[in-house]
């Protein structure tokens, strides 16, 4: 009896939860959408844009957490804030340098090609590729970074799980890496497929 009560405590707590989420996302959207083209705007064209991009979530990452004690939602926080950044600032490049240019009305609507095995294979193709090299790219930032935090703030990284913990080498290290990520997806492996004449 004890556990179905506390089933149906959870469930409600859920439930509840899922309800303020989608509520207080509404909000957001309500006072964001009409600042979203211009927000868009700027972030596509304005040249102090990269700077802005970067900063401002690595400030929301280091300032929007002063617990006592470890917990993995900080790390997850800024993780999320790098990844968005990265996208911002590979959008922001992308714009730059016309790798992604937006549609013209004339080939609006898009229509579906004919699957065939050409294409499916083309698609495997990139999709192999394109985790290979967010693999290795994400590889390679986390063998860099902490090892590199853990120095500049003076923190012992023999024991990496450890060292994480810290503060001061769990926020830059998940931004840094999942920041380059969201970036890789957005402009490297695009660029990459370009290169490799597979876009």
Request: aromatic residues 12%; charged residues 10%.
């Given at each position: 009896k004890m556990l179905w009560l506390y089933g149906l405590c959870f469930c409600v707590c859920f439930l509840q939860d899922v309800i303020v989420g989608i509520l207080y996302s509404i909000l957001i959207l309500f006072f964001f959408l009409p600042a979203l083209d211009m927000i868009d705007?700027?972030?596509?064209?304005?040249?102090?844009?990269?700077l802005i991009i970067v900063s401002i979530p690595l400030a929301l990452a280091i300032f929007s957490f002063?617990?006592?004690?470890?917990s993995t939602s900080r790390g997850d926080t800024a993780q999320i804030l790098g990844v968005g950044a990265g996208v911002a600032l590979a959008s922001h490049i992308n714009q730059l340098v016309g790798l992604m240019p937006d549609l013209t009305p004339d080939q609006l609507p898009l229509?579906?090609?004919?699957?065939?095995?050409?294409?499916?294979?083309?698609a495997m193709l990139r999709f192999v590729l394109g985790v290979m090299v967010l693999v290795a790219i994400?590889?390679?930032?986390?063998?860099?970074?902490?090892?590199?935090?853990?120095?500049?703030?003076?923190?012992?990284s023999l024991n990496v799980r450890k060292a994480r913990q810290h503060v001061e080498v769990e926020l830059p290290y998940r931004y840094i890496v999942y920041g380059t990520m969201g970036f890789s997806v957005l402009f490297l492996?695009?660029?990459?497929?370009?290169?490799?004449?597979?876009?």
């Open positions: 705007s700027f972030n596509l064209t304005c040249r102090y844009a990269p002063t617990l006592d004690t470890w229509t579906v090609p004919v699957l065939t095995a050409g294409l499916v294979c083309a994400r590889t390679l930032m986390k063998a860099i970074t902490i090892p590199l935090v853990c120095w500049v703030f003076r923190v012992p492996v695009p660029l990459l497929f370009t290169y490799l004449k597979l876009s």
